[in-house]
């Protein structure tokens, strides 16, 4: 799957490495957008990595696209999140979602791979997590005049009088006013 630009042996190897611990990503060849709009065929792993937080496990989405320049150039890292999360910027994710670490910025070939890569995010998410869920907007209540003329209901009595019966949810009237029409 990896171009001949590509130390293919290394790299697979990292590869390997990490997809034996981190079981839910995925190898993939596709294309990278830079910031100045160019694109390159990229190899990326992609997929969640298992991230502790308040003592439950979360899958954080991530991307990892490595440039052909690997392993003297570090991945490019993103938080990727679904549509049902809400990315979190802060002092290790950039607003695009970038993940940005000092390892990420200290990177040193021989010293630094993927698999430490992805265990250092692993850490550092779990201590500020980069993604939560979208929060759900409570669902609008009728006006209150409504919801008692929807439920309000006259009733006769067997004198002739009327009464004004209030139902609640439960069907247990809680509110007679009697009245003569």
């Not at 590509?6 to 034996?20: F, G, M, N, Q, W």
């Not at 991945?75 to 979602?97: A, D, K």
């Not at 000092?102 to 265990?119: A, F, I, N, R, V």
Request: a negative charge.
């Amino acid at each position: 799957m990896l171009p001949k630009t590509y130390p293919r042996k290394h790299v697979a190897c990292e590869i390997y490495e990490a997809l034996t611990i981190f079981k839910s990503l995925v190898p993939l060849m596709d294309r990278y957008v830079y910031n100045d709009g160019t694109t390159k065929n990229l190899m990326s792993l992609t997929g969640t990595i298992p991230v502790m937080f308040e003592d439950q496990t979360y899958n954080i989405p991530v991307c990892l696209w490595i440039e052909e320049s690997y392993p003297q150039t570090a991945p490019i890292c993103f938080v990727r999140p679904t549509h049902e999360m809400m990315l979190i910027g802060g002092q290790y994710i950039s607003n695009s979602g970038e993940v940005v670490l000092p390892y990420l910025e200290e990177w040193k070939c021989g010293e630094c791979d993927l698999l430490s890569l992805l265990q250092v995010m692993v850490v550092v998410f779990g201590d500020f997590p980069p993604v939560c869920m979208q929060p759900h907007p409570e669902p609008e209540q009728a006006p209150c005049w409504l919801q008692f003329h929807k439920q309000a209901e006259v009733l006769s009595k067997t004198d002739g009088s009327m009464y004004l019966d209030l139902t609640g949810e439960d069907d247990l009237p809680f509110q007679e006013h009697e009245t003569n029409c």
